[in-house]
């Protein structure tokens, strides 16, 4: 597969708590032109857009972001809501059926329980259509989890708690950076962990969101400072538990990796 194992490349800071944020907005519209303020939020609109990356689209089937057009053209079916931050023709595509043995369906190559085949589903290569209706998550072998040190042992015992919830279901373990403490991530201290759920970096999977879910409801638990998953974060501290479909979206960062679409990162106080 193609693809890199380096998650830890990513800024996991989380964004401003919707309080925190409105606070700061206040204040900075009370300095500047109307004109500039338009200006801003149409560039971040723009900026958290992430076209060829997954969704949850009708019927709860994996999905696709990409035009209207490209979607209908490819046989698919289109829902508003789901690409949120995307221009207004570009919608959650998804296709339940394609030609590839009798239970043909497009999803992700990495989540493909059968063969996938190419050219029969919207969106970019990785989206294919799969001959198995079988969810094709994970049948990796157990990772290897880093013994506490660098690591800090609130992040190992998550790890082992997270993977043996999930057998199978996490290919890869990252948990320190090459960077000092505190600097821009949990990673730093050794109280973060990258769960790597996909067959490779850089590989999109539904995979975490179930893991995600678990950590959110697992919170105390796991002593919780915050995860993200598929674009999307949760926090105990300014959070309501909630199906990650509603959790606070993030911008884009720019590909799968960073959009967090291949691992679960979780943070730990």
């Known amino acids: 597969m193609e693809g890199s194992d380096n998650p830890l490349r990513t800024d996991d800071i989380p964004p401003p708590a919707p309080s925190a944020f409105g606070s700061q907005y206040h204040r900075r519209q009370q300095t500047t032109t109307m004109h500039f303020k338009v200006f801003a939020l149409v560039m971040a609109t723009a900026v958290m857009a992430a076209v060829n990356e997954p969704c949850i689209g009708s019927g709860g089937r994996a999905g696709v972001c990409v035009t209207t057009s490209d979607c209908s053209s490819s046989g698919g079916v289109s829902i508003s809501g789901a690409c949120p931050s995307d221009p207004d023709n570009v919608k959650c595509c ?11 369906n497009c999803r992700w190559q990495s989540d493909c329980g059968g063969s ?3 050219g029969m589903c919207p969106g970019p290569s990785q989206f294919k259509c799969c001959s198995s209706a079988a969810t094709g998550f994970g049948g990796y072998p157990a990772p290897t989890i880093p013994g506490v040190g660098a690591c800090k042992a609130v992040a190992v015992e998550g790890a082992k708690k997270v993977v ?13 950076r090459d960077c000092s403490c505190p600097g821009t991530s949990d990673h730093c201290c050794g109280k973060a962990i990258d769960f790597m759920c996909s067959d490779a970096g850089g590989v999109p999977t539904m995979s975490g969101r179930e893991l995600a879910e678990w950590v959110m409801n697992n919170r105390g638990t796991l002593n919780l400072k915050y995860v993200i998953w598929g674009q999307r974060i949760w926090s105990p501290s300014v959070d309501g538990v909630k199906a990650w479909t509603s959790w606070r979206p993030m911008e884009d960062r720019g590909d799968v990796t960073q959009n967090h679409w291949d691992h679960v990162h979780v943070s730990f106080n």
């Open 94 to 104: 998804t296709k339940a059926t394609c030609p590839n043995g009798s239970a043909g």
């Open 116 to 118: 996938s085949a190419t």
């Open 164 to 176: 043996a919830a999930f057998p199978g279901r996490v290919r890869q373990i990252y948990c320190t």
